[in-house]
């Protein structure tokens, strides 16, 4: 079985509020976490993750649409990551904590006991506990779900930690590997890199064979090079590719991040899953890149509104036809 965790880095770039007294935005923190805790998630087997708010930061997905979003999808678990804040000015105030619903599940319970602990070691701050609220994020999502406070924006003590990148990477790598340890997967075992023949060291002459197997292994390294380079090069979608990789996002086969990095077979078998899962199987919902023009084609008669994403038969393209024709 594939367990399926579902994430987001709090709120957008320019939601009011949700800053530093000095202009710092809180999903800048939030989603340095965010994006570690998912590169780390990849290197496990036997469970998948999905981002249910905008990976650019943009747009405020509103927190109906990622509970639904994560329901839909069937979530098992659910983590929400962000940055506290008391108000506007510094102050001294400091510390971690971690919120459950106020009547939380056992599993989600659970959840937050696995978590909180690796919380508090990542940022080295005070530890604030374990606490209930009444946050929509945690209420309306079907499954275990926990929301994590990671400092605050608005303390002298804590900004510190907060404006350490690499700090918070380790936060969200931290995070990750405390989760798969709750839910007892482990990591994909690859192979170790094969140690080069040693090459003849004497003025001697090479034999056919020895060229043959010299030039083979230096094939080898120039195609590990490359491979490499290209990983390294993951920071920016090529333009002609820019639309699709959009859409792949906005879609949910893809979080967004590293999108010319290699694609091993396995995350390849993913991406399918999730395409089959989301256009095959589930034919309820409708994408939003079409909502606007599928309500209006409701309000004007022309179908039901009944499984958007399903396959049309040519003699109900036809009939839609004639529908449109008759409006006219």
């Given at each position: 079985?594939?367990?399926?965790?579902?994430?987001?880095?709090?709120?957008?770039?320019?939601?009011?509020?949700?800053?530093?007294?000095?202009?710092?935005?809180?999903?800048?923190?939030?989603?340095?976490?965010?994006?570690?805790?998912?590169?780390?998630?990849?290197?496990?087997?036997?469970?998948?993750?999905?981002?249910?708010?905008?990976?650019?930061?943009?747009?405020?997905?509103?927190?109906?649409?990622?509970?639904?979003?994560?329901?839909?999808?069937?979530?098992?678990?659910?983590?929400?990551?962000?940055?506290?804040?008391l108000?506007?000015?510094?102050?001294?105030?400091?510390?971690?904590?971690?919120f459950?619903?106020?009547?939380?599940?056992?599993?989600?319970?659970?959840?937050?006991?696995?978590?909180?602990?690796?919380?508090?070691?990542?940022?080295?701050?005070?530890?604030?506990?374990?606490?209930?609220?009444?946050l929509?994020?945690?209420?309306?999502?079907?499954m275990?779900?926990?929301?994590?406070?990671?400092?605050?924006?608005?303390?002298?003590?804590?900004?510190?930690?907060?404006?350490?990148?690499?700090?918070?990477?380790?936060v969200?790598?931290?995070l990750?590997?405390?989760?798969?340890?709750?839910?007892?997967?482990?990591?994909?075992?690859?192979?170790?890199?094969?140690?080069?023949?040693?090459?003849?060291?004497?003025?001697?002459?090479?034999?056919?064979?020895?060229?043959?197997?010299?030039?083979?292994?230096?094939a080898?390294?120039?195609a590990?090079?490359?491979?490499?380079?290209?990983?390294?090069?993951?920071?920016?979608?090529?333009?002609?590719?820019?639309?699709?990789?959009?859409?792949?996002?906005?879609?949910?086969?893809?979080?967004?991040?590293?999108?010319?990095?290699?694609?091993?077979?396995?995350?390849?078998?993913?991406?399918?899953?999730?395409?089959?899962?989301?256009?095959?199987?589930?034919?309820?919902?409708?994408?939003?890149?079409?909502?606007?023009?599928?309500?209006?084609?409701?309000?004007?008669?022309?179908?039901?509104?009944?499984?958007?994403?399903?396959?049309?038969?040519?003699?109900?393209?036809?009939?839609?036809?004639?529908?449109?024709?008759?409006?006219?």
């Amino acid at each position: 079985m594939v367990i399926k965790i579902g994430y987001d880095a709090g709120h957008g770039i320019d939601t009011p509020g949700k800053r530093t007294p000095d202009g710092e935005r809180e999903w800048s923190f939030n989603n340095k976490v965010a994006t570690s805790f998912a590169n780390e998630l990849a290197l496990y087997s036997g469970l998948i993750s999905r981002r249910f708010d905008d990976p650019t930061g943009k747009r405020d997905v509103p927190l109906r649409e990622r509970t639904d979003g994560a329901n839909n999808w069937g979530a098992d678990y659910y983590i929400s990551f962000h940055h506290n804040a008391l108000g506007s000015q510094w102050g001294n105030h400091t510390g971690v904590e971690t919120f459950v619903y106020t009547q939380p599940s056992p599993r989600s319970v659970q959840l937050a006991n696995a978590i909180h602990p690796a919380l508090v070691a990542g940022y080295g701050l005070r530890d604030r506990g374990i606490k209930s609220g009444n946050l929509h994020i945690v209420r309306e999502t079907n499954m275990p779900a926990i929301l994590v406070e990671g400092g605050f924006m608005d303390s002298l003590i804590d900004i510190k930690k907060l404006r350490d990148d690499a700090l918070l990477a380790n936060v969200g790598k931290l995070l990750a590997q405390a989760f798969c340890k709750f839910v007892g997967v482990s990591k994909i075992v690859t192979a170790p890199t094969p140690t080069p023949k040693p090459t003849p060291t004497t003025k001697e002459e090479l034999t056919v064979a020895q060229y043959d197997e010299l030039k083979k292994e230096i094939a080898d390294l120039r195609a590990l090079l490359n491979n490499k380079a290209d990983v390294n090069s993951t920071a920016a979608v090529e333009a002609v590719h820019e639309e699709h990789y959009k859409w792949a996002i906005e879609v949910g086969l893809t979080d967004g991040s590293n999108p010319r990095g290699a694609l091993t077979r396995q995350q390849l078998f993913t991406v399918l899953k999730r395409y089959h899962d989301t256009f095959v199987v589930n034919t309820s919902t409708v994408t939003p890149a079409h909502k606007k023009a599928w309500e209006q084609l409701i309000a004007l008669g022309v179908t039901d509104g009944s499984n958007p994403r399903a396959l049309a038969t040519r003699e109900q393209v036809g009939t839609m036809l004639q529908r449109v024709m008759d409006l006219s």
